[in-house]
């Protein structure tokens, strides 16, 4: 019987025969034997598992020049010590590209035990069959066995139809052996392979996607599994609830409060106070350009950035995270220097500024290949490209009178949100047809077509008293 799998459409294969879909609570999962599966003292790591105060020997952590670590430094299957999470090698003993797994696994709601991980490996020697992705889990007690099956059904179920066309999601129990007494223990082996017809070339080049998509669908169904759909709704509800009190501790700005006040207030169509004249329609028409920039900007680059660093520069899942994290510091430094800047030089100077850092960072970032200049780099165009962010809600305050302010923050700015979603659709059909360089590059012309439209659309209003 093959091991159950999950592919690109969800559909449900290697499961026995009736079962359907729906009804799939992991307890048909396939045996999927694999030799050799042997443990030292399977009791002992269990012990040493939950047990701060366990004596741990320092681990024996030798690299292969393909990247295995094992106790020889040699590639292919050897043996490795076995480490956990209180062990001070931990984290060095995992091997980088499954360590998003191990680590949502053993981490959070979770809390499993992982006895073996593997990254995947192109073996350089023909010789060698190459490695896949796989982690394999070891329940305490046959009540963990059941309830971590479940989840891990859910959640690559969840994770199938946003998993590339290479690769495939396997999930199946195995034995692992005890070498000191020869007593067999059921474990799950959770996998990404190649699916059918797909190369090595194409499963390796979209096995970190899949990896950060997985890991990401690992958290809601353990939440489930001790929560239940009920518990889940809730969590949904606490942002909502908290998003309540703060805005019930808020006072409304005096000029609304004043303008609400007064029963003959002119009750004007806030839509229309948008395009009431022909100076406004051009402000309108600049604010929509802006947005629009600004969030094709922010999701065609931070969509694509890991996949950029992943395939420029071979960085794991983890790497390309921590380099398009840099970017976001520089975007909370750009909000926050944006109005201050404003403040004091004006509105408008300061949106060209940073736009025409934008159009230099974007350019010069896509030619970068040193990893270190990159990360200062990224978090210097990060705040070019996404300070911004600080000054749309001021320009649209002072640009609108109290009775259409808030329905310009609204309209403009998802206007710009709806168009800016295009961003990752056309950054990634510009990749496959030309290059992420070039895709990337090609997001400097935006901002050009940004300081057009401040320069001769977006008037000057530092100062302005709002309406």
């Known amino acids: 019987m093959n091991p159950l799998t999950i592919n690109r459409e969800g559909i449900v ?60 430094g040699l590639p292919g299957i050897h043996e490795a010590d076995d480490v956990d999470p209180l062990h001070p090698q931990w984290r060095a003993a995992i091997e980088d590209g499954v360590w998003p797994l191990v680590d949502a696994l053993t981490t959070g ?28 889990v070891l329940p305490r007690s046959p009540q963990e066995f059941a309830r971590a099956a479940a ?42 392979e190649p699916a059918p017809g797909s190369g090595d070339d194409a499963y390796f080049a979209a096995l970190g996607t899949a990896t950060g998509v997985l890991a990401a669908a690992l958290l809601t169904p353990m939440l489930l599994i001790h929560i239940g759909w009920r518990g889940m709704f809730l969590v949904g509800v606490l942002p909502a609830l908290v998003a309540w009190v703060l805005r019930n501790k808020l006072h409304e700005p005096e000029v609304f409060v004043r303008r609400t006040g007064n029963a003959g207030a002119n009750r004007s169509n806030a839509f229309r106070l948008l395009v009431k004249d022909a100076q406004t329609t051009r402000v309108s028409l600049g604010i929509v350009i802006l947005c629009s920039v600004q969030n094709f900007g922010y999701y065609g680059i931070m969509i694509w950035l890991p996949t950029f ?21 520089g975007m909370m430094f750009g909000v926050w220097a944006f109005g201050q800047l404003a403040d004091r030089i004006g509105r408008r100077p300061t949106f060209l500024l940073y736009q025409a850092g934008a159009v230099v960072m974007v350019l010069v970032y896509a030619q970068l290949t040193d990893p270190t200049v990159m990360l200062f780099a990224g978090a210097l165009m990060g705040m070019f490209v996404n300070g911004m962010v600080g000054g749309y809600g001021t320009l649209m305050s002072e640009a609108y ?23 990752p659709l056309v950054v990634g059909a510009l990749a496959v047809r030309y290059s992420f360089q070039i895709a990337i590059a090609l997001l400097a012309s935006l901002y050009v077509l940004d300081m057009i439209a401040t320069r001769f659309l977006i008037p000057e209003l530092k100062g302005t008293e709002l309406e």
């Not at 026995?16 to 042997?38: D, F, I, K, M, S």
């Not at 009178?401 to 961003?423: F, H, K, M």
């Open 309 to 329: 660093l992943s395939q420029k520069l071979g960085f794991s899942l983890t790497k390309s995270g921590l380099w398009t994290a840099a970017t976001v510091v």
């Open 13 to 72: 294969t290697g499961i026995e025969e009736g079962t359907t879909a729906a009804a799939v609570g992991c307890r048909t999962l396939a045996h999927r034997p694999r030799l050799p599966n042997v443990m030292p003292d399977v009791d002992a790591f269990l012990g040493r598992w939950d047990t701060p105060a366990a004596p741990r020997r320092p681990a024996r952590l030798l690299t292969s020049a393909d990247g295995n670590i094992n106790t020889v």
């Open 151 to 192: 989840a891990l059904c859910l959640g690559v179920r969840a994770a199938a139809p946003a998993v590339p066309e290479p690769v495939r999601i396997t999930l199946s129990t195995c034995d692992l052996t005890c070498g000191r007494s020869g007593r067999r223990y059921p474990v799950l082996d959770l996998g990404l």
């Open 401 to 423: 009178p109290t009775a259409a302010r808030a329905t310009a923050q609204n309209v403009l700015w998802n206007i710009g949100r709806a168009i800016g979603g295009l961003g």
């Open 109 to 136: 709601a979770w809390r499993l035990i992982t006895y073996d991980s593997c990254e995947g490996h192109a073996y350089r020697s023909g010789a060698l069959t190459p490695g896949r992705r796989r982690v394999g």
